[in-house]
Antibody, heavy 123, light 113 residues
C-alpha cells in the first residue's frame, strides 16, 4: 500500500526554526515527485512546491520561494519542509502528497496524501 | 501563475439530486500534443486530507463512486455528482497541473439542503 506518513503536530514560538517530515512507503520513493500543500485555518489549499527525491530537484511556488526549504533524504525515503524563522502567519496544516507521473520529467496531480502536520506558531 | 476560479463558493443540494461545481482557468489546460486536460478534482471532508477524485478532467480515480464525473476542456470544467449522498458533504477543489505552481481553486463547500 502506498503511504505517506507525516510527523506530529508542532507548537513553536515566532523566530524558531522547524523541520517537518513526510516518509513514503509502498512505492519507489526516488521516482515520484513529492509536494507540499498549506491549508491555513478555515482556508483553502495552497500549492507550495515539489521535490524529486532522486536528485533533490525542486520547484517552488513564487509565494513560498525563500520562505521555506523543501528537501529530501532518499536513503530514508523522507521529504522535509523547513523554516529557519517561523512567523505567526505560518500557523497552518501542512500536507505532503505524492505527485503522479513516475519520472523526473512528469509531474501531474497529487494522488496519495499524508494525513497532515499541524504547525502552531504563537508567543 | 494560472488562476483557478470555482463557482459557486457554496451550494446546498437535496439528497438524491444533482450537484454541479464549475472551475474556470485563466489559461487553457489542454495540451494539444496529447489531447489531455491537465485538471484534477479533490474532495476534502472535515478533519481529513484531500482525496483525489478525478484526473485528466474526466478520469475517475480507482474506488471513486460512479456518481462523480468530470467534464470540460480548455478553460472550463465541471464536477458533477449525479445523485447526492449524505457522505458527499465536503469541500471540493479543482487544481491545474499544467504549469507550476500547480494552483488550486478556492474551493466549493457542498452541503445538504
Amino acid at each position: 500500500e502506498v503511504q505517506l506518513v507525516q510527523s506530529g503536530a508542532e507548537v513553536k514560538k515566532p523566530g524558531e526554526s522547524l523541520s517537518i517530515s513526510c516518509k513514503g512507503s509502498g512505492y519507489t520513493f526516488t521516482t515520484y515527485w513529492v509536494g507540499w500543500v498549506r491549508q491555513m485555518p478555515g482556508k483553502g489549499l495552497e500549492w507550495m512546491g515539489i521535490i524529486y527525491p532522486g536528485d533533490s530537484d525542486t520547484r517552488y511556488s513564487p509565494s513560498f520561494q525563500g520562505q521555506v526549504t523543501i528537501s529530501a533524504d532518499k536513503s530514508i525515503s523522507t521529504a522535509y519542509l523547513q523554516w529557519s524563522s517561523l512567523k505567526a502567519s505560518d500557523t497552518a496544516m501542512y500536507y505532503c502528497a505524492r505527485v503522479s507521473g513516475g519520472s523526473k520529467f512528469l509531474y501531474y496531480y497529487m494522488d496519495v496524501w499524508g494525513k497532515g502536520t499541524t504547525v502552531t506558531v504563537s508567543s | 501563475d494560472i488562476v483557478m476560479t470555482q463557482s459557486p463558493d457554496s451550494l446546498a443540494v437535496s439528497l438524491g439530486e444533482r450537484a454541479s461545481i464549475n472551475c474556470k482557468s485563466s489559461q487553457t489546460l489542454l495540451y494539444s500534443t496529447n489531447n489531455k486536460n491537465y485538471l484534477a478534482w479533490y474532495q476534502q471532508k472535515p478533519g481529513q486530507p484531500p482525496k483525489l477524485l478525478i484526473y485528466w478532467a474526466s478520469t475517475r480515480e480507482s474506488g471513486v463512486p460512479d456518481r462523480f464525473s468530470g467534464s470540460g476542456s480548455g478553460t472550463d470544467f465541471t464536477l458533477t455528482i449525479s445523485s447526492l449522498q449524505a457522505e458527499d458533504v465536503a469541500v471540493y477543489y479543482c487544481q491545474q497541473h499544467f504549469f507550476t505552481p500547480h494552483t488550486f481553486g478556492q474551493g466549493t463547500k457542498l452541503d445538504i439542503k
